[in-house]
């Protein structure tokens, strides 16, 4: 028997009385869905994707995708996602791959945890008539400041504080590399970041020069494969960052197909056009928290003491490798969390390793407290930060900052189809044809990212006036404004979260 | 376990004086100035904070303990006797009265650390006061250490500001600073150690508001090595104020640029040396801004001083008479003493008071 016994996931339907045939679908298809053929359009559904390209731009409506009926027999063991990935695995032999962040239903802990609201004893502050602060500062503090006065009477400061960078809404672009998307993408992150006076973290891909310009909203990665890495890179930005793990593949390295480097690829990867870019799993000059202590301050060395961020998976041990990372000399812990993003991953290692990012950001913040030095380091949290109210929670759990990395991309049109690592994005985003990457005009799509995030900074600030509290450092850590709902007490702990309906002086009677 | 500490939420009336001379007066005039603003108080907590008043113990920390039953106080002086020199102890004097039913039991200790305990990895007598009465508040059950520093002390429980001057006899002590509180709790905690003003070392601060930061405040302090026992957003600014002025040093006119600190936006605007001082002072110590409606009264043995938060939701009134300062809740605090003070200010939003102490 040859072929397949897969059935295709979804159904493409063409109203044949709107359809005018203008085959504009066999076109804007990036998966070659649609031919032509006796008059009539015709789908073939197995290659379709749902990435809804064709659907948004049918002059007609006439298309219409559906998931495909097919009903198997119920059984909640042998789910039809088991099912199929057996049936491709039995005929591939091979390791599935994926795109996109962990699609599984885990149960997601910011949607059980809620914000306070001021009622009566203490007043809520209209944001609309106060101002609400939300600047952000990332990097490293001391301990202490010293002022000090001199003969003429000014005061001065006498500490010398390092290198922090400034941000206007504690909102970033998590790091996505160039080859995974495209440079229109890039460019419209970078034109965002540097509107909205936040910052962009390169991912392993480096940065193409064109892009240079923006460099002052720039930390550049320097991860495994050193790809694209050199002084002039290192120093084009306002930090760098040492990749040492992506929450979509922790413990694993980044796998960017030779179909996605083409020239301009090759260039700034340095490497040549059409080979696979392998990087390792480790970085394979850190086999220790001392090798990385020598890269944090050879990175800095080499760029006269900019910040340096190290990137990590969540992993079960995060608060202890974030502890050791932040004792090595680090000035950001970037976080990123089990549901985090990706151009591409194993299915397995996507959808099994890692933990929630929530927990991650309460067990560093808490571990950093414990031992002393929580001003030593900011905390970045990433890993599907999908609306403002997730970002106020997981500031209120203790990170500074949030990177958002796929709520950036939807904003340009990414549908979440998974199919990143294919190269054939219909929108342009996770690709490198040509004619593919044209379609995302990067005005456009820097003009919808800043929409985007001036609309949750403007529902932060609502947050924050409704808990009464006009700067954003007032909500960072401050978990007393968090309730959990429906959480059980073990996590709740783990959290430092009291569940709803402890007030604020209820467990009085109980103790003193 | 999780960290369940809890805090009770209150409005209050808030009353101060303070002679710049050292000139002292008995507890009569912050007695009737507090009872002037029974509005604000609805008798469940009430508390005043007395300065110069042991002149001839002056150089011993002055321990007032708030005792549940004899072994809490047993418990406490065997603790007390292990790590301190106690140069004279007494029970606080009181007095009967009608409105005041079941208080607990409350004694004074002169003490001063023993030395073979000092300095412990460069801890300061101070420091080391300051864990052994966190130690006592948290691990000594039925014992509360109502204030702890030299030369000064705190007489608090729940009532009237009127019934707690009665019953510790507040006429009785002479002072040069004065400090009273009336409470509005909204929960009723039924806890003498509750009341106002909230202490560590010769810091005493009354506080008229919610913290609405103090989730983080609190947790901030941890970290320096403060715990927060008593159930009220109150005792972060004592603690507060501990860290900056004593620890850090931060110069007392940069301390509002930490707890109450400026906008950005004007921040911006300032001169370089000052624009990096408080930018500075942001950056370093945002977790030690103290957000929501509160206005503050502290006192120490160097002075006075008021607070009012960034955009002032509470009330503060101040009034300069002679050598004397006033800050109060309200104008009719001040008036009641001073009934023809002509300097009266409204503090702006963020702005410290200051009353400083001669040096005798
Ligand atoms: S884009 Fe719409 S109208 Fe045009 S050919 Fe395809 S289905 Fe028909
Ligand atoms: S970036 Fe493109 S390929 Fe990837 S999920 Fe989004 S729409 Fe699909």
Same mark, same amino acid.
């Given at each position: 028997m040859n072929g397949t016994v897969l059935q295709p996931e979804f159904l493409v339907r063409i109203d044949e009385d709107r359809c005018d045939q203008c085959k504009r679908c066999l076109e804007y298809c990036g998966f070659g869905t649609f031919s032509f053929a006796n008059d009539k359009i015709l789908p073939n559904h197995s290659k379709c994707v749902a990435c809804h390209r064709c659907v948004t731009f049918c002059p007609e409506l006439a298309i219409t995708v559906v998931e495909n009926p097919l009903s198997f027999r119920n059984h909640a063991n042998w789910t039809p996602r088991h099912i199929r990935d057996v049936f491709k695995q039995s005929e591939t032999g091979g390791m599935l791959l994926t795109g996109m962040g962990n699609d599984l239903p885990y149960r997601i802990l910011f949607d059980h945890l809620v914000l306070d609201a001021c009622q009566v004893t203490n007043p809520s502050i209209d944001p609309l008539r106060e101002p609400m602060e939300l600047r952000t500062y990332l990097g490293r503090k001391p301990d202490v400041l010293e002022i000090k006065r001199n003969e003429q009477g000014t005061d001065l400061l006498k500490t010398n504080i390092e290198k922090n960078i400034k941000i206007e809404l504690p909102i970033v672009f998590a790091p996505m590399s160039y080859g995974s998307i495209s440079f229109n993408t890039m460019k419209a992150i970078c034109m965002s970041a540097a509107k909205l006076n936040t910052l962009m973290y390169t991912g392993e891909g480096g940065l193409p020069r064109d892009l240079y310009p923006y460099g002052d909203h720039i930390i550049l990665q320097c991860a495994s494969g050193r790809f694209g890495v050199s002084p002039e890179y290192l120093n084009v930005g306002i930090g760098t960052q040492i990749k040492i793990g992506q929450g979509a593949k922790p413990g694993i390295g980044g796998h960017l197909p030779g179909e996605k480097i083409p020239e301009n690829i090759s260039q700034t990867r340095m490497i040549p056009v059409g080979t696979d870019a @392998?990087?390792?799993?480790?970085?394979?000059? !850190?086999?220790?928290?001392?090798? @990385?202590?020598?890269?944090?301050?050879?990175?800095?060395? *080499?760029?006269?003491?900019?910040?340096?961020?190290?990137?990590?998976?969540?992993?079960?041990?995060?608060?202890?490798?974030?502890?050791?990372?932040?004792?090595?000399?680090?000035?950001?812990?970037? @976080?990123?969390?089990?549901?985090?993003?990706?151009?591409?991953?194993?299915?397995?290692?996507?959808?099994?390793?890692?933990?929630? !990012?929530?927990?991650?950001?309460?067990?560093?913040?808490?571990? @950093?407290?414990?031992?002393?030095?929580?001003?030593?380091?900011?905390?970045? *949290?990433?890993?599907?930060?999908?609306?403002?109210?997730?970002?106020?929670?997981? !500031?209120?759990?203790?990170a500074d900052a949030c990177a958002i990395g796929t709520a950036a991309l939807i904003a340009l049109g990414c549908h979440v189809c998974q199919k990143c690592y294919t190269g054939n994005c219909s929108w342009g985003i996770a690709t490198q044809k040509p004619e593919l990457v044209g379609r995302l005009d990067p005005e456009w799509g820097a003009e919808r990212i800043c929409n985007l995030l001036e609309a949750w900074a403007t529902e932060i600030k609502e947050v924050l006036g409704a808990l009464g509290i006009n700067a954003v450092e007032s909500l960072r850590g401050n978990k007393e404004r968090l309730r959990g709902i429906g959480l059980d007490r073990t996590i709740l702990e783990v959290l430092g979260v009291k569940p709803a309906g402890i007030g604020m002086g209820d467990y009085y009677e109980n103790r003193g | 376990m999780m960290d369940l500490d809890e805090r009770n939420v209150s409005g209050c009336g808030l009353s101060s004086m303070m002679n710049k001379k050292r000139v002292k007066v008995d507890g009569q005039a912050i007695t009737k100035s507090m009872r002037n603003l029974r509005e604000r108080g609805n008798g469940l907590g009430a508390g005043f904070a007395a300065y110069g008043i042991y002149p001839d113990r002056k150089d011993y920390f002055a321990l007032h303990l708030m005792y549940d039953s004899k072994d809490a106080k047993k418990n406490t002086e065997d603790y007390i006797n292990d790590y301190f020199h106690i140069s004279s102890k007494e029970p606080i004097p009181t007095r009967k009265t009608e409105s005041i039913i079941d208080p607990p039991v409350f004694w004074r200790y002169f003490v001063l650390p023993q030395e073979k305990f000092l300095?412990?990895?460069?801890?300061?007598?101070?420091?080391?006061? &300051?864990?052994?009465?966190?130690? &006592?508040?948290?691990?000594?059950?039925?014992?509360?250490?109502?204030?702890?520093?030299?030369?000064? =002390?705190?007489?608090?429980? &729940?009532?009237?500001?009127?019934?707690?001057? /009665?019953?510790?006899?507040?006429?009785?002590?002479?002072?040069?600073?004065?400090?009273?509180?009336?409470?509005?709790?909204?929960?009723?905690?039924?806890?003498?150690?509750?009341?106002?003003?909230?202490?560590?070392?010769?810091?005493?601060?009354?506080?008229? =508001?919610?913290?609405?930061?103090? =989730? +983080?405040?609190?947790?901030?302090?941890?970290?320096? =090595?403060?715990?927060?026992?008593?159930?009220?957003?109150?005792?972060?600014?004592?603690?507060?104020?501990?860290?900056?002025?004593?620890?850090?040093? +931060?110069?007392? /006119?940069?301390?509002?640029?930490?707890?109450?600190?400026?906008?950005?936006?004007?921040?911006?605007? /300032? /001169?370089?040396?000052?624009?990096?001082?408080?930018?500075?002072?942001?950056?370093?110590?945002?977790?030690?801004?103290?957000?929501?409606?509160?206005?503050? +009264? +502290?006192?120490?043995?160097?002075?006075?001083?008021?607070?009012?938060?960034?955009?002032?939701?509470?009330?503060?009134?101040?009034a300069r008479d002679g050598d004397w300062l006033y800050i109060s809740s309200e104008e009719a605090g001040i008036r009641e003493i001073s009934p023809s003070v002509q300097n009266v200010w409204h503090p702006r939003a963020g702005e410290l008071v200051v009353g400083e102490l001669e040096e005798n």
């Open positions: @392998l990087s390792p799993a480790p970085q394979h000059d !850190i086999y220790s928290i001392e090798d @990385l202590r020598m890269l944090i301050y050879a990175l800095k060395e *080499a760029t006269g003491y900019k910040p340096v961020c190290v990137k990590i998976a969540a992993v079960h041990n995060v608060a202890a490798i974030a502890s050791g990372i932040v004792r090595a000399g680090a000035d950001l812990v970037y @976080l990123d969390g089990f549901r985090g993003g990706t151009g591409a991953a194993p299915n397995i290692v996507r959808d099994h390793v890692g933990i929630p !990012i929530e927990v991650a950001i309460a067990v560093v913040d808490e571990r @950093l407290r414990e031992e002393g030095i929580r001003n030593k380091a900011s905390i970045v *949290a990433a890993g599907s930060i999908r609306c403002a109210a997730d970002v106020c929670k997981a !500031i209120a759990l203790g | 300095p412990t990895d460069g801890d300061s007598e101070e420091d080391f006061v &300051i864990k052994k009465v966190m130690h &006592i508040n948290t691990g000594i059950e039925g014992a509360f250490v109502v204030s702890s520093g030299k030369d000064m =002390g705190v007489f608090k429980g &729940i009532g009237y500001p009127e019934d707690i001057s /009665e019953f510790f006899k507040i006429e009785e002590y002479k002072a040069h600073t004065w400090i009273g509180h009336s409470r509005f709790p909204t929960n009723t905690p039924g806890w003498w150690g509750g009341a106002h003003p909230f202490t560590i070392l010769d810091w005493a601060v009354v506080h008229n =508001g919610e913290i609405s930061s103090y =989730g +983080i405040n609190k947790r901030y302090l941890k970290m320096h =090595g403060y715990n927060c026992t008593m159930q009220t957003d109150s005792e972060v600014v004592a603690y507060l104020f501990d860290l900056l002025i004593r620890r850090h040093r +931060i110069p007392l /006119e940069y301390v509002s640029d930490v707890l109450a600190s400026p906008f950005w936006k004007n921040i911006d605007l /300032e /001169e370089e040396d000052q624009r990096q001082i408080r930018t500075a002072l942001r950056m370093v110590y945002g977790s030690a801004l103290v957000n929501g409606p509160f206005a503050v +009264i +502290i006192g120490h043995n160097g002075g006075l001083m008021g607070l009012s938060d960034r955009v002032k939701l509470r009330p503060m009134v101040a």
